[in-house]
């Protein structure tokens, strides 16, 4: 029997790895590692795409067992729409909190005295 995997539970495990691959990173940077931002950065960005692109992927999927619920296809339920409903809305919400952080951060940033 396998077990769904919760999409909160992997973008928990998955800011935790980078959590950890970022404390590993700071605790031996020297001056041949200046270089190695931009691949971090770049690690952020995809890992943020692949993010977005779930959610939107989720969503369409939802969208589409809806419509093919409406028109009366014999293979959906209406408990499967609705969870499908449910599942996109979390991750949509989860989506934007992040990018609430994300441009709080920034703002914070921004206001540093430098």
Do not use: C, H, W
Not at 66 to 88: H, I, T, Y
Request: aromatic share 4%; charged share 15%.
């Amino acid at each position: 029997m396998t077990v769904p995997v919760n999409p909160l539970t992997s973008a928990l495990a998955q800011m935790q790895s980078m959590a950890a691959q970022a404390a590993s990173g700071a605790s031996d940077t020297s001056a041949a590692d200046v270089g190695s931002g931009a691949a971090t950065a770049g690690g952020f960005a995809a890992a943020l795409k692949s993010s977005i692109d779930k959610i939107s992927g989720d969503q369409q999927k939802a969208v589409g067992e809806s419509q093919a619920f409406e028109l009366g296809a014999g293979n959906v339920s209406l408990n499967d729409v609705m969870v499908d409903m449910q599942k996109a809305n979390v991750g949509f919400q989860f989506g934007l909190q992040v990018r609430n952080k994300l441009v709080a951060a920034y703002t914070d940033i921004m206001q540093i005295q430098v």
